[in-house]
């Protein structure tokens, strides 16, 4: 309880209304989309009751449309009748999106129509401005969008919300899954006032040893007091005090995240530092030596693999591997792509854009 009100005092804001956690999608809304053959507004049929049919086509055709209409999907329809449901079919499954409004109609049309051959960040520079969208659904297909997006680029975003709506939404801790993106967004905004409260809520993580949105905090310290957060992380996590190593993995994460903006040169300074006084550290620390292709750690990696001998044998072969070629190859491109996994959490209490398949029992 203490813990609690320490970390909610921090902010006082207006409480968002109560999510339900609902399992963990493989995919967005808008992946589902994009690989939809077919993509239909539906209504209950009036002659099939608790059944489905098309009343509109978006894309392709309503051909072999079988789905099962929940009672309580049933009932929200008969009270709001401008209201369908936004149902797809990849090859011959149909599936249950999510629910449309007339409100999401542009949108929606946009969505569907449009190629998307930019990637994440093309993906997360449309979506940025619909993170304050009127309709539920799009804000959370947007969240979750723009959090998939290379850091260096939801740096640079502005404006998406403004900081009363981020404040707000940050001291909701019922939406703490949620935190990490607006977190970084704070980072972007934050004044000196902020600042000092950014660093409040990092000592209490270290002191009471929590983890939640961890690595997102330390990273919007890092980016509103360089110095003082690279000082006190040292003092807080790598002193002679125990810390478990969710704690070490995510200080490393948020480490490795600043080390993609310009301020990489202070990240190495820290590593080197790190190696020689907590080796542990060397899986972490040689991910990014090999992904930026570093050569500046050389010297420290060379004395860790010469006087370490509990280092295990595979990292000391990546090691001398690296130190042996004159260019570091090429990282695997599951690492960059994965590189931000941490700011999906937030999907694990997502509501409306989890795919629900709803069939007729049998």
């Known amino acids: 309880m203490i813990r609690t009100l320490l970390l909610s005092t921090i902010w006082v804001g207006l409480a968002h209304a109560c999510q339900i956690c609902l399992p963990y999608p493989e995919d967005t809304l808008l992946d589902r989309l994009i690989a939809a053959e077919a993509v239909v507004l539906a209504r209950e049929n009036s002659e099939r009751p608790f059944h489905l049919e098309s009343v509109e086509v978006l894309r392709g055709d309503e051909v072999g449309l079988e789905l099962y209409l929940p009672s309580s999907t049933r009932r929200m329809l008969d009270v709001y009748p401008q209201r369908a449901i936004l149902c797809s079919r990849e090859g011959e499954e149909w599936e249950q999106l ?21 990637g994440m960040k093309e993906r997360a520079a449309y979506f940025a401005p619909l993170l304050k969208h009127e309709e539920e659904t799009l804000r959370r297909l947007a969240h979750l969008e723009v959090a998939r997006a290379p850091y260096p680029q939801i740096r640079k975003i502005e404006h998406a919300v403004s900081k009363q709506e981020l404040l707000q939404f940050l001291a909701n801790q019922r939406m703490v899954e949620w935190h990490a993106l ?137 090691v001398k591997k690296h130190l042996n070629s004159g260019v570091v190859s090429e990282p695997d491109a599951r690492v960059e792509q994965f590189q931000y996994w941490w700011l999906l959490v937030p999907t694990s209490v997502l509501l409306v854009l989890t795919v629900s398949r709803c069939k007729r029992p049998a």
């Open 182 to 318: 607006y977190i970084l967004l704070l980072a972007q905004m934050a004044d000196e006032a902020d600042g000092e409260k950014i660093a409040q809520r990092c000592a209490i993580l270290a002191d009471y040893h929590l983890t939640t949105q961890l690595s997102a905090w330390l990273l919007c310290y890092l980016e509103t007091n360089k110095e003082q957060a690279i000082s006190n992380i040292k003092e807080w996590y790598f002193s002679e005090e125990a810390r478990s190593p969710q704690e070490v993995g995510a200080v490393m994460q948020a480490l490795s995240t600043f080390g993609e903006t310009e301020y990489r040169g202070d990240v190495i300074v820290f590593y080197s530092d790190l190696l020689q006084s907590h080796p542990e550290v060397l899986e972490s620390v040689l991910l990014d030596v090999e992904r930026w292709s570093v050569r500046e750690l050389d010297d420290d990696l060379k004395k860790l693999v010469e006087n370490d001998v509990s280092l295990r044998i595979d990292l000391k072969q990546r």
């Open 98 to 118: 999510a629910v449309f409004k007339e409100s999401m109609r542009p949108v929606m049309e946009d969505l569907i129509s449009h190629s998307w051959g930019g």
